[in-house]
């Protein structure tokens, strides 16, 4: 089948899930999760095919690690699929309202999007991910993973598919586009008109080929090349604690700290703990010259470095000499997605929140908490870094548009 019938289809489908309640929403919400955990072995099994031919392929461990499905992360997809049925219905919500001077009511009201294309690679959690929060917020969805992970969400939209129909909403509801051709993401670009909004997750040049090229409307998740600022005010506890999870916690995610930039009033005090603790967890330290002069381990770091979305087991770090050459240096090679400052002092803190350009900003805490999930949103869809209509975590209102509903009583305009 072709782009455009599916997107043909979806639309179709659309039309019937704007209309859904609530309780019908959330039902096939529901049974997807049940039906995904009952089917965890067969998924599981999927799963192991497209392992085995990326570890073939040579695919990093970080890829791989991204990839991978395992009972338990089975399970969280369908824990997120309940979530997201607990969570309130944003369809109809009023943005805003009011009655004119001439009596007209004026409502301002959430509605779904339509058709939503999602073009994403390797994690085939996304999938359901994808599929359930677009069933929420009323969008029919186009999922276009990697081949990468064909198999798996084969067999995740088969699943999600038939418990959608037995719920009793469109099956087309939740569409898998082929993945075997490059042809495929082409067409979905094109497909204006069918396709109300293209959203792209996974790396650079993915994100920066869609936005490029498409002629759908997109909205833009980032990459991370997310830093931690430890300031001279810094609690050297909290700010060792903040920098090991940020790095270390799961190391192939965009919320994953790949900078580390310290004061040089505490650099003396601060970077022998925090470099210890780093190589101990298997991480490599690229530095600068002043922090290479705390360790024989420690990488020189190129201009490269500063600039890496690593998604692996590095970490870039540098000595800064005020907060103001710390905010310099995230808004020479930050994107736009998380940035987090370590300090006790109040000022500092209001100064790096106001001053740094992110989507997210983290203070004394780890930049891995810029999540859906953690910000109690729900299954996320992505991490916006653009700053027109959705910016950070994507939940159900950001899968929304809006149009005006105007109730009058005969009123004519003068």
């Known amino acids: 089948m072709t782009v455009q019938q599916q997107a043909t289809d979806a639309r179709v489908a659309a039309i019937d899930l704007a209309a859904a309640t609530r309780a019908e929403k959330d039902r096939a919400l529901l049974l997807m999760a049940d039906r995904l955990e009952e089917s965890a072995e067969e998924v599981v099994a999927a799963n192991a095919v497209d392992v085995n031919n990326a570890r073939a392929a040579g695919q990093s461990e970080a890829m791989i690690d991204r990839l991978t499905l395992t009972p338990a992360r089975v399970g969280a997809m369908a824990d997120g699929l309940r979530q997201l049925a607990a969570l309130p219905d944003p369809i ?9 001077a001439n009596g007209l009511e004026l409502r301002q009201v959430r509605v779904p999007f339509g058709v939503v294309g999602m073009i994403y690679e390797g994690r085939p959690n996304v999938t359901a991910d994808a599929a359930g929060i677009c069933l929420k917020s009323g969008n029919a969805a186009l999922l276009r993973g990697s081949g990468s992970a064909l198999s798996s969400n084969a067999a995740i939209v088969a699943v999600l598919r038939k418990a959608v129909s037995d719920a009793g909403l469109p099956a087309d509801t939740i569409q898998l586009v082929d993945a075997t051709t490059r042809d495929s993401v082409k067409e979905l670009m094109r497909a204006r008109g069918l396709v109300d909004v293209l959203i792209p997750r996974g790396g650079a040049d993915l994100i920066r080929t869609v936005v490029e090229e498409s002629t759908v409307p997109v909205i833009e998740t980032g990459v991370g090349n997310c830093h931690v600022y430890v300031d001279e005010a810094a609690d050297l506890e909290k700010a060792l604690a903040v920098t090991i999870n940020s790095k270390t916690q799961r190391l192939s995610t965009c919320n994953t700290a790949e900078s580390l930039l310290v004061h040089a009033a505490i650099a003396d005090a601060f970077l022998p703990l925090v470099i210890e603790e780093l190589i101990s967890a298997g991480v490599t330290v690229h530095g600068d010259p002043r922090v290479a002069g705390y360790s024989a381990d420690v990488v020189a770091a190129t201009d490269a470095d500063w600039r890496t979305e690593y998604l692996s087991a590095d970490i870039a770090v540098a000595i800064v000499d005020s907060i103001d050459d710390a905010l310099d240096h995230i808004r020479r090679f930050g994107t736009g997605h998380t940035e987090a400052i370590v300090s006790e002092s109040t000022t500092a803190t209001r ?48 899968l929304t548009s809006t149009k005006f509903i105007v109730t009058g009583n005969g009123h004519t305009r003068g």
């Open 351 to 398: 100064r790096f929140a106001a001053r740094v350009d992110a989507a997210a900003v983290m203070i004394n805490a780890s930049t891995r908490f810029t999540d859906g999930g953690e910000f109690g949103f729900g299954a996320e869809i992505g991490i916006s870094t653009q700053k027109l209509h959705a910016r950070g975590p994507m939940g159900l209102p950001e």
């Open 92 to 100: 109809g919500d009023v943005v805003r309202g009011s009655t004119l």
